[in-house]
């Protein structure tokens, strides 16, 4: 039982360059999300999917695309790199109650240049 | 709109020296508050979750309380293993996601 995984742990890319960063449960948890975390700003919401084929804006969504397949993947593209997308990402779980604790992932630090 | 602060923005104590961390909210129709532990280069750690005025929660040397308009993290005599950053977060009644405050960064001095 892994948990939350996300791949990769580091990465740098240049402007304009795309990537998806991989987040995976296997929790069977209906409830995915995504957050970036900046010094001085805490955990930011980027997107979030409450099943399978849904998933809807968090508070900071510009240059960020997410899908949802399936109910152990959940996705994050960015679709054209900015300086302003370094950061770390976590990706987090829950079961579908919204009031239940999160399981957040390791991370993924993202530097663009 | 829903807010979360913490205060202070850090702490600094002396090994043993209890002290308390806020956590103000301002939720319509609070669902849970949450406190989480985040050690450098890693994901937070959920500790505990408080549901209604009144409630408390242990844990080791961790103590959550929660009033109708904030949430307290009592730490009784710290040691440094301790020494985290320490976020608390909220949800409403409308199904909506998590709230999160900027953290509380702890050192304990040994």
Same mark, same amino acid.
């Given at each position: 039982n892994a948990g939350v995984t996300q791949t990769p742990k580091f990465q740098v890319l240049k402007t304009g360059q795309s990537m998806t960063l991989q987040c995976a449960q $296997?929790?069977?948890?209906?409830y995915m999300s995504w957050y970036r975390q900046d010094p001085g700003m805490g955990l930011r919401l980027i997107h979030y999917s409450v099943g399978a084929g849904i998933t809807d804006q968090g508070e900071v969504p510009n240059g960020y695309n997410v899908s949802r397949s399936t109910t152990e993947d959940f996705p994050l593209r960015l679709l054209s790199a900015a300086p302003s997308q370094t950061s770390v990402y976590f990706c987090a779980t829950k079961p579908g109650e919204v009031y239940n604790e999160q399981f957040f992932g390791p991370g993924t630090r993202l530097t663009v240049l | 709109e829903d807010q979360v602060t913490q205060s202070p923005e850090a702490l600094r104590l002396q090994e043993g020296e209890s002290s308390s961390l806020n956590c103000s909210y301002t939720v319509s129709g609070l669902r849970g508050l949450f406190w989480y532990r985040q050690d450098p280069g890693k994901g937070p750690e959920f500790l505990f979750t408080l549901y209604s005025a009144g409630e408390e929660k242990e844990k080791e040397r961790l103590k959550a309380t929660l009033t109708k308009k904030e949430s307290f993290l009592h730490i009784t005599? /710290?040691? /440094?293993? $301790?020494s985290a950053t320490y976020l608390c977060a909220a949800v409403n009644s409308g199904n909506t996601p998590l709230v999160f405050g900027k953290g509380t960064r702890l050192s304990v001095i040994a």
């Open positions: $296997d929790m069977n948890h209906e | 005599a /710290p040691k /440094p293993e $301790d």
